[in-house]
């Protein structure tokens, strides 16, 4: 059983819309979550950390966890077609001191001019 | 600013060939991780190292070796290689989380090389 999944997309935004990414997870003791952004051909690249119940905003992003739901989304705001990318959602597992991360398959959003 | 690199952005080598991956990091960084990523089926670790000379096995072990002789370096070896270990290969590290005394921190960033594409004929 797949530990961490994703809403499978691909996604498509006009630019200037709202795009909204989502994710749950099984592992009820998890803590830490991680939102990566990779664009083709790179490797991934951190967004978004988040650690508590609740919103944390960065600019135009926001992540969301609600660990009673065991999910946990990120939110773009007024998305730019450099938004265009594959995010992934990762869960750290395993405690804090020598945990490891699970990432979700990956959703592809494309933002269109 | 975190710096890590791979020894190749590309690689072609020929079934049965023993290959090595390179991983140096320059952040002292105690944790570092090796990934394949392929089409459809996402990031799934290979192995981990939470300090020189340590290794646990990740989630797909089989097949491939590591080696952490020095803390900057971490080697993914393939042994045999075969065709189905074509794929793209990130290494990560990650300072040991707590390092900054809070529990939860961006400690637990971990950090990606540029990849290795491995083309196995």
């Known amino acids: 059983q797949k530990e961490v999944e994703q809403n499978s997309g691909p996604l498509s935004v006009p630019e200037g819309a709202i795009a909204s990414l989502n994710c749950t997870y099984s592992d009820r003791v998890s803590q830490s979550f991680f939102w990566y952004r990779q664009y083709s051909g790179k490797s991934p690249e951190l967004i978004m950390s988040?650690?508590?119940?609740g919103d944390k905003e960065d600019g135009r992003f926001t992540a969301q966890l609600n660990k009673a739901s065991q999910y946990v989304s990120l939110l773009i705001r007024d998305s730019q077609p450099s938004d265009s990318a594959t995010y992934l959602c990762?869960?750290?597992?395993?405690?804090?001191?020598?945990?490891?991360?699970?990432f979700g398959q990956g959703t592809i959003l494309t933002v269109h001019p | 600013d975190v710096k890590v690199t791979q020894s190749s952005r590309y690689l072609v080598k020929r079934t049965g060939e023993k290959v090595f991956l390179e991983c140096v990091q320059d952040m002292d960084h105690e944790n570092m991780f090796w990934y394949r990523q392929d089409p459809g089926l996402g990031l799934r670790l290979i192995y981990f190292?939470?300090?020189?000379?340590?290794?646990e096995k990740g989630d797909i072990p089989e097949g491939y070796s590591v080696s952490r002789e020095k803390k900057e370096r971490f080697s993914l070896i393939l042994e045999s290689a075969s065709t189905n270990q074509t794929s793209m290969y990130l290494c990560?590290?990650?300072?040991?989380?707590?390092?900054?005394?809070?529990?939860?921190?961006?400690?637990?960033?971990?950090?990606f090389g540029p990849g290795t594409r491995l083309t196995v004929l």
């Open positions: 990762a869960e750290l597992t395993g405690g804090t001191s020598y945990g490891k991360l699970t």
């Open positions: 988040i650690y508590s119940n």
């Open positions: 190292s939470y300090d020189v000379k340590m290794k």
């Open positions: 990560a590290s990650r300072d040991r989380p707590g390092t900054s005394g809070r529990p939860h921190s961006d400690t637990d960033t971990q950090y």
